[in-house]
């Protein structure tokens, strides 16, 4: 298999790792990746930098780092999907009664975003 062939089956299987822990938060299961973090101080904002800067990372190597102009700005693709996604996904937790809106997290996640944009822009040149 090719090394293009790797990116995508990881990038594939860490979407469905999120999605699954995603799951597990809005039906309320006790996975010990919770309880890991939730024994850290601040664990639950590493966790949120952490997988999302992962995630955007390994989105952007998928899409070869494609990016667009957005008033003027380029941006990668890959960011922008991961960003939309992860800012409905933060706020439908208004809906969901065993989870919290925190506008923490969500800024923990857009440094995720932005960190590993840097780290994809940098690979790029």
Same mark, same amino acid.
């Given at each position: 298999?090719?090394? *293009?062939?790797?990116?995508? !089956?990881?990038?594939?299987?860490?979407?469905?790792?999120?999605?699954?822990?995603? +799951? /597990?938060?809005?039906?309320?299961?006790?996975?010990?990746?919770?309880?890991?973090?939730? %024994?850290?101080?601040?664990?639950? *904002? &590493?966790?949120?930098?952490? $997988?999302?800067? @992962? !995630?955007?990372?390994?989105? %952007? =190597?998928?899409?070869? %780092?494609?990016?667009?102009? !957005?008033?003027?700005?380029?941006?990668?693709?890959?960011?922008?999907?991961?960003?939309?996604? &992860?800012?409905?996904?933060?706020?439908?937790?208004?809906? &969901? /009664?065993?989870?919290?809106?925190? $506008?923490?997290? !969500? =800024?923990?996640?857009? $440094?995720? @975003? /932005? &960190? =590993?944009? +840097?780290?994809?822009?940098?690979?790029?040149?």
């Amino acid at each position: 298999m090719s090394k *293009k062939t790797y990116t995508h !089956l990881f990038t594939v299987g860490f979407i469905v790792f999120v999605c699954f822990i995603i +799951y /597990s938060a809005n039906t309320g299961k006790n996975l010990i990746f919770f309880r890991l973090f939730g %024994n850290i101080p601040m664990g639950d *904002k &590493i966790a949120h930098f952490s $997988l999302i800067g @992962i !995630l955007t990372f390994l989105v %952007n =190597a998928s899409l070869k %780092n494609q990016s667009f102009y !957005l008033f003027q700005i380029s941006v990668l693709a890959g960011s922008m999907i991961v960003f939309c996604l &992860i800012t409905i996904e933060e706020f439908s937790q208004i809906w &969901i /009664s065993r989870r919290n809106f925190d $506008l923490i997290d !969500l =800024a923990c996640n857009y $440094l995720g @975003i /932005s &960190i =590993a944009s +840097y780290f994809n822009n940098r690979n790029n040149k």
